[in-house]
């Protein structure tokens, strides 16, 4: 049980000298929070630390202030054969992108840390709980468990985990809430954290949204008679804007009240396609994903596809189709 590979994951960190930390492609608050939380407990104690993913490029700015200690490092520089590995929030060898062959050629144990009810069990230590709203909350077992003083710089990275997988705490539970205000005891601020994350973007964030969302579309029935709103971020459109900003356009398309589904088909290479769905509470949309080739959570998933646009739609149609609700 969870309680017996956190006991296990913090035995093993506990007597490493040199630890590398794993985030998913297409990193988001809660997968570099929880590396970079663990990863800062271990620097602190003379570990020989490097957090990194399986991206190009560098790393959102909204996620740079967790980095306190300068702990992230490119792709590049991931040893081809690390001596420990801590993955945290990656349901699949495929989400580490081309940092994956580093589970297989590690020379020690491979600890997974991640809240995925998809995860594939890869890798040797499993402190996985998909009751879990956030891996930042199984991240910050472990540090209790190696008995790390939880401060501000700390809690910070945790807090950012916990506040974007909850949606701003609109889906956290009591425990979610009584673990926030711990960490906001260290001396967080909520808003300093919050509002890079989840509100603010630059000024042509408003002209790509507007060119995004004038395309937009609604289907009242492709859902087992629930709607389905979708949108499409060609490359064009995503122009002159970050990924980041890309990626908040599906809050914005989720809050159509027609919609039990959302989609946002986001353009990475010509033809080449990366949707992210979101549910309101009756489809599963893991489920989904899983038909086309992906994962994620009940009400949160993702999928990758090839092909054109009105293709990415017609066989997303045809999986909620297939998916029960
Ligand atoms: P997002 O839309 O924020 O990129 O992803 C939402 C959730 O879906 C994430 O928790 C992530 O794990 C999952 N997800 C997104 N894209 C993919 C994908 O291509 N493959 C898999 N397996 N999961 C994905
Ligand atoms: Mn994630
Ligand atoms: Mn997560």
Known sequence: DLSTTIAEAARLLAGARDVTLLSHINPD????????????????????????????????????????AGLLVHRDEVPEAPELLVVMDTGSLER?????????????????????????????????????????????????????????????????GLVT???????????AHHTAARLLETGVDAYAVTRPLMDAHPFAYLGMLSRVLAKAELDQNAAHGMGLAHAIVSIEDAHGVRSEEVESVIDVVRSAAEAEVAAVLKELKPGFWSVSLRAVSRVDVREVAQVLGGGGHRLAAGFTFEGAAEQVVAALKGALERVES
């Open 29 to 68: 608050a809660d997968t570099l929070g929880s590396a970079l939380a663990v990863g800062l407990a271990l620097h602190r104690r003379g570990v020989a630390v490097r957090v990194a993913f399986g991206d190009p490029e560098a790393v959102p700015e909204s996620l740079k202030a967790l980095d306190t």
């Open 96 to 160: 580490l992108g081309p940092l994956k062959n580093r589970v297989a050629n590690c020379r020690g144990p491979v600890i997974v840390v991640d809240h995925h009810v998809s995860n594939t069990r890869y890798g040797t230590v499993h402190c996985i709980d998909d009751r879990a709203e956030a891996t930042a909350l199984i991240a910050l077992k472990l540090l209790d468990e190696m008995n790390v003083e939880v401060d501000e710089p700390i809690a910070r990275c945790i807090y950012a």
């Open 165 to 175: 997988d909850t949606g701003g705490f609109r889906k956290a539970g009591p425990q």
